[in-house]
């Protein structure tokens, strides 16, 4: 081979071997955070699956994968810790109480440098495959892609209360509480930067990300039955979900207090001016007596006093949006920004 010839050739290999490891440096990241709460059994089955569902996207993205324990009284850490040392993708954050799933899902959002986020359970309830789906979706400019479940393996009694809680939510809210959404979902690194900035204590992750707009995409599945131990989702915390989700996203409740006053003071006014004819100007064709004025007089002067709370209400309303430190309005895209 001629000097020259083996200059071109080294020169065409290297240039190859460069552009491999250019597309290999580019490969984006994705996380997976996993809270995880009781699950020893599930957290070895669950990382199984997912080295299985990321072997065929390993081309194109790198990925962390990192579990939330939420202080499981279990052997949950210590699984997620024999994870760690096998692999060095996989990491763990041991939270130093039971703060629950909703702050468990956001307790990784400092430190971490991903492209997009996966949010998702670790019992087996969130099928692994549906990831490719969320993959795909993103990369065709979807910043948020979310699970619905196509039918939900709870009880008839919970199923009914759920699909009440979301109808009414949608009404009182300017969020769209659409039913059986689940909170795996695939969330744009533009998105988490909107998210960090929400300070509320007693948050809803789904909502907030589903409430910050951009565009959507649903993908729809049938949720499969938990793997190992049964739902950790006890009255008490369905109940805190709930009245979170209404605090956190209407002021319907306060401003009840005004249709109730309306009703209560217009109802009491009238019959009282009423009464007031039929005793002293028409001769009392109808019996009125002077406890019923006392009765109707009492009414009226609790809607008073109920105007003067629905006046307070207002104010704590006013507070209420203050306090919770949301951001005043949201960029979609900035140009010539340096990152
Ligand atoms: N979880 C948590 N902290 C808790 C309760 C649950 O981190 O206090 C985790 C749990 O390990 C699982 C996910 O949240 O990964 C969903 O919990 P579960 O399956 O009990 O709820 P459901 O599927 O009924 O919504
Ligand atoms: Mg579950």
């Given amino acids: 081979m001629k000097k020259i010839d083996f200059l071109i050739y080294s020169f065409i290999i290297t240039e190859n071997l460069l552009t491999l490891y250019l597309f290999c440096m580019n490969k984006k990241l994705i996380s997976f955070v996993v809270p995880a709460y009781r699950e020893e059994k599930n957290i070895p089955l669950f990382y199984d699956e997912f080295k299985k569902t990321f072997v065929n996207l390993q081309e194109k993205y790198d990925y962390e994968l990192i579990f939330v324990n939420d202080w499981s009284p279990d052997k949950t850490w210590e699984e997620i810790l024999k994870l ?28 971490a440098a991903w492209d997009a986020v996966v ?43 759920s699909g009440i ?3 009414l939510m949608t009404k009182i809210s300017e969020v769209e509480f659409e039913s059986w959404v689940t909170d795996f979902m695939l969330i744009d690194r533009k998105v988490v930067n909107y998210f960090t900035k929400y300070c509320d204590k007693n948050r809803i ?65 009238w019959l009282l001016t009423f009464m007031t004819i039929s005793r002293f100007f028409m001769g009392n064709p109808y019996w009125i007596t002077n406890s019923a004025f006392f009765i109707i007089s009492n009414v009226f002067l609790s809607g008073i006093t109920l105007s003067w709370l629905w006046i307070i209400a207002l104010y704590i309303a006013k507070i209420h949006s203050e306090v919770l430190w949301r951001p005043l309005y949201i960029v979609d895209k900035k140009v010539n920004f340096k990152e």
């Fill in 119 to 161: 949010t998702t359970d670790a019992d087996w309830q969130r099928p692994m495959h549906i990831i490719k789906t969320f993959i795909l979706n993103w990369e065709d400019w979807n910043e948020i892609v979310y699970w619905v479940r196509k039918q939900m393996n709870r009880n008839f009694f919970r199923k009914m209360l």
């Fill in 205 to 269: 992750f789904r909502w907030i990300i589903l409430s910050l707009g951009f565009s959507k995409q649903k993908v729809y599945f049938v949720e499969p039955p938990r793997k190992h131990w049964s739902t950790q989702w006890q009255i008490s915390k369905l109940f805190k979900l709930a009245t979170d989700s209404v605090t956190s996203f209407s002021i319907f409740p306060l401003k009840f207090i005004w249709y109730l006053w309306i009703f209560i003071v217009f109802f009491s006014f």
């Fill in 84 to 111: 760690c040392k096998i692999d060095e993708n996989v990491k763990g954050i041991n939270l130093s109480r039971n703060f629950w799933k909703e702050i468990a899902l956001s307790a990784w959002v400092e430190n």
């Fill in 165 to 167: 809680f979301n109808k």
